[in-house]
């Protein structure tokens, strides 16, 4: 009999934590697991509808379960139809209302902590941290999130499952890569600095850095160009703001795009601006693509981007989008095609789709 895991998450836009959801039912051993996702929100939904293509179950309440209440009601309501052996949380709201949802029944609680938990506002962090007991198992996805999930929850074993990727995906053809250059007016002359980013509102991405170091980049060679993908509530305003930089000719704000492969495939630098991550699966993306990566030296981005050897980091104290150009011109002006290599072998070794997703169905295993 095949064990059944019901995978509960607030939305499924095209985020980190739902991409790997995605990721992780393409290559689930589905001779054993029968595996179910739960939305707890109407929208956004892409990452779901993908799945459904894909052949999952997959659930989104009518009109959502936006109050605790309801999300409580519709999490237990589904465990006990579909009669599910365990019950696995992503993100702080929705894990915590799994755990609460799941009190008295004949299941197991897992909960994958996909970002710093000492980073959540206030009332989200205490929802998580009340009903962190309620659980019997915690994976956590970079070195730095189970540092801090051991410290604070010491009575708890955190079992570390870095986030992966499935490199296949991100190699294509030359042939395909230059015609997709071309379908975007880029010449080959043109040096495109890319990234990959939500913009929604908040501290972490730091958008507004980005485009800062991309005037002062373009400044330094007009050869340059900048594609920034992904989509939120502040993008107008981002739009704005590069156009009141000057940069509205060089500056493709592609928006949501259903499969970013190929853009990494033609972007010759990846730009990151987050000033900090749980994990950051872009920057394994840009590895696996053979994109040389640049980032911030900041809690949870340094643990995957070792300075000189994978990537290279820039300061974030100062005036930071002065760093972050700077080391990007130091990369123009210097390829080095060994730390490329580093990267795609950190990506075989460590940060394989295929072989994380093993080590967590060897957690649900280790549980029944």
Request: glycine share 6%; with cysteine.
């Amino acid at each position: 009999m095949k064990i059944k895991v019901l995978h509960v998450i607030k939305a499924s836009g095209r985020g980190g934590a739902e991409v790997l959801l995605r990721e992780g039912y393409r290559l689930a051993d589905k001779n054993r697991f029968e595996l179910h996702y739960l939305q707890l929100s109407p929208e956004p939904r892409e990452i779901f509808d993908d799945m459904r293509e894909m052949g999952a179950y997959t659930s989104v309440p009518e009109h959502g379960a936006q109050h605790i209440g309801a999300a409580v009601s519709s999490i237990r309501t589904y465990v006990r139809t579909h009669a599910i052996d365990i019950v696995h949380g992503h993100l702080p709201v929705s894990g915590s209302l799994a755990r609460i949802a799941c009190l008295g029944l004949p299941v197991k609680v897992v909960y994958t902590e996909h970002n710093l938990s000492n980073r959540y506002k206030l009332p989200t962090r205490i929802l998580n941290d009340l009903s962190w007991w309620a659980q019997d198992a915690v994976i956590a996805i970079s070195d730095t999130v189970e540092h801090i999930s051991a410290r604070k929850f010491p009575k708890k074993v955190v079992h570390k499952v870095y986030n992966g990727v499935d490199e296949d995906k991100f190699t294509l053809p030359g042939s395909q890569r230059e015609a997709f250059r071309e379908e975007l007016g880029y010449t080959a002359s043109d040096f495109i600095i890319g990234t990959v980013s939500s913009l929604r509102r908040s501290d972490q991405k730091r958008i507004d850095i980005w485009l800062r170091a991309c005037r002062k980049l373009y400044d330094q060679n007009s050869r340059f160009r900048f594609i920034l993908v992904g989509d939120g509530e502040l993008r107008p305003e981002y739009e704005q703001m590069a156009a009141s930089l000057g940069l509205a000719d060089v500056v493709h704000f592609a928006g949501k795009v259903r499969a970013a492969e190929q853009y990494y495939q033609i972007f010759d630098l990846f730009m990151f601006s987050s000033s900090y991550e749980g994990f950051g699966i872009v920057m394994i993306e840009a590895f696996a693509a053979g994109v040389p990566v640049v980032a911030f030296n900041a809690e949870g981005i340094r643990t995957i981007v070792k300075h000189g050897y994978n990537g290279w980091l820039a300061a974030f104290d100062g005036v930071p989008e002065d760093n972050l150009a700077e080391i990007v011109m130091s990369v123009y002006n210097k390829p080095n095609q060994q730390i490329k290599e580093n990267a795609a072998n950190d990506v075989r070794t460590t940060y394989s789709m295929a072989a994380n997703q093993k080590k967590l169905e060897e957690v649900y295993l280790r549980l029944l």
